[in-house]
């Protein structure tokens, strides 16, 4: 850290001046990220419904239909107007750019799954060609073609609109999120440091950390698939670690100046205390956030990059432009101050708290731990779900296009369940159709020879498109919710059958993803484990103060995820947060991404305790002083800090889409907890009864650590 501050303290200006301007070159290509992501990224790339839908598409030449529109008569579907109107319909369709073949009831030979219980409405399928900008092409299919038009009522569903939908709604969330907590962070800032150059500092170190991160998001765009929602945790984490290693950075400088040192020897021993401390927390928050690259999602994936790019930037912006500003301030750090800045004194409220509670640590630590599991308990019933069309609002043109499917069909035509059998089998095809048809909630079966139900074939409809050398093609429709429990057990239940053929299809792809998350799991806790217990003992030097803050934050997020499963899966606080669907599932995607994030800010805290009470330790003083005064010193930066994180994140809370919902209200809540249930409680309490042992290491240890060279 000591040539990094005195290369910035001798070439301040072009250390801030330098960066600043990189930032600003770098937009040149961050700024075209926002057309190149992408929405979806939930199911596993090497999973067997992938496989399915791989060779549905080499083998078949099928894809699945990019929009599905519900077209309602008003009228008998069979009327020779309803035909007609269909053909218009299917027309204006096809004179759409991106938009290659439209299939319906009618041209598949009206079979009556694929009109509506009423007879009243009909399925049209509408594929894009492969060059086609699906979201942009089903936002012109809703806008131009949906509504009434043709002499009926059209809507559309699938997913190339839920996208399209999400994309909208995510760059609206992006200005209004933005729009809400900077100014409020803004008068967070004035009212922690007095003044106004003081606090646009963290607000200028956070816009860095947010505009380049946007260059490596366009990056990662260029080669890979990339999530939209990868711009909200940008800003969410650019905003809030930006501000609050500024925050620490500032606090630091202006104690220093209270020294009477000079301004450089001020800034040198901001970077050689606070810099350190914040190399250390951005590189822990950047581990954990790669934690995240276990998982084959790409949505996963795409947060651990923006994660560790973010994170990454608001340590550079904070240890090279930031110290620079300071430099060429000084003292001007202090201008336009709208009250008096007082110094700071070490036997205040934090103080008194710590004192308090180290007084009393196990009737501090029962009564805590009792309110935590309290929180615990409300996740006990989780059922884990995966994204569809009802993370928008309820009032969605797309949500209520899928209604009509879920409430007028029996099956569900538009995500039907795909079989692939091999030819090397021999098996009986229409043997297995007849099994298939007599299965729990299976409504029809479709093979070469025709349509299945109960049992037997009811229609017989010839399809030559349904065979190749090496494959036979079994379409099975249900009347599940495919992305949902109930989809899991269907595709369970079928593959039980027989392991001989592959089984595909929305469900199958719904049952893969939540497996890519399951089995992957522990290896993502193992590395959050190991690695966070590795930089936190060279951070510390001591064996027992690492375990205790995993336990601690392993607690902290159980607790947060109880909560949310109150909220979100029992749709609970529409009050607060705004109306949101239900659906008595939560998405098992988010709350990884939350459980991850959260784990790593909430050691962000852990370190900016451990570094002042280590250093007081390491001054001299005992266990219980040294927690007193090293609390006094860092609260009331750790409750702002964990202030601004929350604000930032709470924004999301407003966003239409309910995985940014639960996200931004997730990460608030756990930020909030940990600086003050945690922090303020358990681990006074806890450093009090281990006392001395809180230092404490094998000597093979210790002499690891001096040999790593860490420790200052």
């Not at 020879?449 to 099975?476: K, N």
């Not at 997020?557 to 609970?572: D, E, K, R, Y």
């Amino acid at each position: 850290m000591k040539p990094l501050s005195n290369f910035v303290i001798r070439h301040s200006k072009l250390s801030l001046f330098g960066f600043i301007a990189l930032i600003l070159f770098s937009l040149i290509g961050g700024l075209q990220a926002f057309g190149n992501l992408k929405g979806g990224g939930y199911n596993d790339p090497g999973s067997e419904s992938q496989k399915v839908t791989e060779i549905l598409k080499s083998d078949f030449s099928l894809t699945d239909p990019e929009a599905v529109l519900i077209a309602d008569m008003g009228r008998s579907v069979d009327d020779i107007q309803s035909a007609n109107n269909a053909e218009l319909i299917s027309s204006a369709l096809l004179e759409i750019a991106g938009v290659d073949s439209v299939t319906s009831y009618y041209s598949l030979g009206r079979p009556p799954t694929l009109k509506s219980t009423d007879g009243e409405a009909v399925y049209m399928f509408v594929k894009f060609t492969e060059d086609a900008k699906a979201a942009e092409v089903a936002q012109t299919i809703a806008d131009d073609v949906g509504g009434n038009n043709f002499g009926a009522t059209i809507y559309v569903a699938g997913w190339a609109p839920i996208t399209s939908e999400i994309n909208h709604i995510v760059e609206e969330d992006l200005v209004r999120t933005e729009s809400i907590a900077v100014p409020i962070i803004l008068l967070l800032m004035i009212f922690v440091f007095g003044s106004v150059v003081a606090a646009g500092l963290p607000i200028m170190i956070a816009m860095l950390s947010i505009l380049g991160s946007f260059f490596f998001i366009w990056l990662s765009s260029l080669f890979t698939d990339t999530s939209t929602f990868s711009v909200n945790i940008i800003t969410g984490i650019g905003l809030g670690l930006g501000i609050d290693y500024a925050l620490l950075m500032v606090n630091r400088f202006r104690e220093e100046r209270h020294k009477s040192l000079t301004v450089a020897q001020s800034v040198e021993n901001t970077m050689l205390s606070a810099g350190r401390t914040v190399f250390f927390s951005g590189f822990t928050v950047a581990v954990v956030m790669l934690a995240l690259n276990f998982f084959p999602q790409y949505f996963l994936k795409s947060f651990a990059l923006a994660g560790l790019v973010s994170v990454s930037l608001a340590v550079g912006a904070a240890l090279i432009a930031l110290p620079a500003a300071l430099n060429l301030l000084g003292d001007n750090v202090n201008r336009w101050p709208l009250f008096k800045h007082r110094a700071p004194k070490d036997n205040g409220f934090w103080a008194k708290l710590a004192k308090f509670v180290m007084k009393r640590p196990i009737p501090v630590i029962l009564v805590t731990v009792i309110a935590l599991g309290s929180l615990t308990s409300l996740g006990m019933n989780v059922k884990l779900g995966q994204v569809d069309d009802r993370i928008l609002p309820k009032d969605n043109r797309v949500v209520i296009a899928t209604n009509q499917i879920r409430e007028r069909f029996d099956g569900r035509e538009g995500s039907p369940v795909e079989l692939l059998v091999p030819k090397s089998d021999n098996r009986d095809i229409q043997e297995l159709a007849i099994d298939l048809s007599k299965q729990d909630h299976i409504t029809r079966v479709e093979t070469s020879e025709g349509f299945y139900s109960d049992g037997s074939l009811v229609a017989a409809f010839p399809r030559g498109d349904f065979e190749t050398d090496q494959w036979s093609r079994v379409v099975a429709i249900a009347d599940v919710e495919p992305r949902s429990p109930e989809g899991e057990a269907l595709t369970n239940q079928l593959r039980a059958i027989d392991d001989s053929f592959l089984v595909g299809g929305s469900a199958a792809t719904y049952t893969d993803a939540l497996a890519g998350i399951t089995n992957n799991l522990p290896w993502a806790l193992l590395w959050i484990v190991i690695t966070t217990l590795i930089l936190l003992f060279l951070f510390t030097g001591s064996l027992i103060l690492p375990i205790k803050a995993v336990i601690l934050n392993f607690m902290s997020l159980i607790a947060t995820m109880g909560f949310l499963v109150w909220v979100f899966m029992n749709g609970n606080l529409r009050w607060l947060i705004g109306d949101f669907n239900s659906t008595g599932t939560i998405d098992s995607s988010s709350l990884v991404l939350v459980a991850v994030i959260s784990f790593g800010l909430s050691m962000d805290y852990e370190l900016f305790l451990l570094s002042r009470i280590k250093e007081q330790h390491d001054n001299g003083l005992d266990t219980v002083n040294s927690v007193a005064v090293g609390l006094q010193r860092s609260g009331r930066i750790i409750t702002t800090a964990a202030l601004v994180l929350a604000v930032s994140f709470a924004a999301f809370a407003t966003s239409g889409v309910s995985i940014m919902k639960m996200l931004g209200l997730g990460i608030a809540f756990a930020v909030l907890l940990d600086a003050t249930v945690i922090r303020a409680l358990l681990v006074p309490a806890l450093m009090r009864l281990f006392g001395n042992a809180n230092w404490y290491a094998p000597k093979w240890m210790k002499w690891i650590q001096r040999k790593v060279g860490l420790e200052h």
